[in-house]
């Protein structure tokens, strides 16, 4: 269901428990047009599905985790 844009999409649909609350916030703010800033250790925007609407619809993702220091 992380696989494409319209697998995402049927997972929200059928509210699939495999989709957390982080990844609809960052689908509703890519679908918006809003860049989506990870500052949490997860893998929120690490899916095809989410990197495909990021750039179909042209917008930014980046961030991983600010307590590690790993670059964005």
């Known amino acids: ?3 494409s844009i319209e697998s995402f999409e ?3 649909k059928d ?3 495999a989709i957390p609350p982080s990844m609809l916030y960052a689908w ?3 679908q918006e047009g809003i860049p989506y800033f990870n500052g949490a250790p997860n893998l929120t925007v690490d899916i ?3 990197q495909q609407l990021a ?3 042209q917008v930014p993702i980046m ?3 600010y307590k590690t220091g790993r670059p964005c």
């Open 63 to 65: 961030g991983k985790d």
């Open 28 to 30: 509703a703010a890519l």
């Open 10 to 12: 049927k997972g929200v």
């Open 48 to 50: 095809p599905a989410m």
């Open 55 to 57: 750039r179909e619809r």
């Open 15 to 17: 509210d699939d428990e």
């Open 1 to 3: 269901m992380h696989a």
